[in-house]
């Protein structure tokens, strides 16, 4: 059978991304990563595997942190969600984003917005995490340029431990 794209069915969606409401009509079978990328044009949250294996595509949903590649838009109806650009303040990074830029807490970057929001859930859940309490939180993001040294330096730099 072919099915054109026009044919795929398409719901209604509120959502509430970065302190904004917005009603938005979606495919049904489209991710919350689609719609943040391809609809609100907020491209921080990055498309890596695509399959729940990455992290960088790591939003906040109601405060906790998921892939947004494995979240059908639907399933955010009426949820708050959080992305890297609803961080910064009139253009001013938040400490932790601050401590990623001063401990080169990335390379290509391609990782970064994943890992800056699953560190931004640890320290609002644990202030002061120990080094196995930052690896443990940050095991479901990876990184390709090996820079997990420098990333678990950032999150301790912005725990205020050194
Ligand atoms: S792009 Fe979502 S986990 Fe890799
Ligand atoms: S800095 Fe390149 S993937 Fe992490």
Redesign the pocket.
């Known amino acids: 059978m072919n099915t054109s794209l026009s044919e795929y069915p398409s719901s209604s969606v509120n959502l509430i991304v970065n302190e904004q409401a917005h009603q938005l009509s979606v495919r049904d079978h489209w991710t919350l ?1 689609d719609v943040l990328r391809d609809v609100l044009e907020l491209t921080g949250s ?12 790591t939003v906040l949903l109601d405060g906790v942190p998921v ?4 979240i059908l838009a639907l399933q955010s109806q009426g949820k708050t969600v959080i992305t890297i650009e609803g961080l910064s303040q009139n253009g001013v990074m938040t400490a932790l984003q601050q401590a990623f830029l001063d401990n080169d807490g990335g390379q290509c970057g391609y990782c970064t917005p994943g890992f800056v929001i699953s560190s931004l859930a640890l320290l609002r859940d644990n202030p002061n995490p120990t080094d196995k309490e930052i690896c443990d939180a940050l095991s479901g993001n990876i990184c390709r340029c090996n820079a997990y040294g420098r990333i678990i330096e950032s999150v301790r730099s912005a725990s205020g431990r050194n």
């Not at 990055?46 to 729940?52: A, E, I, L, M, T």
């Not at 892939?67 to 494995?70: A, K, N, P, T, W």
């Open positions: 990563l990055k498309r890596g595997c695509d399959r729940g294996e990455c992290g960088s595509c892939y947004s590649c494995q």
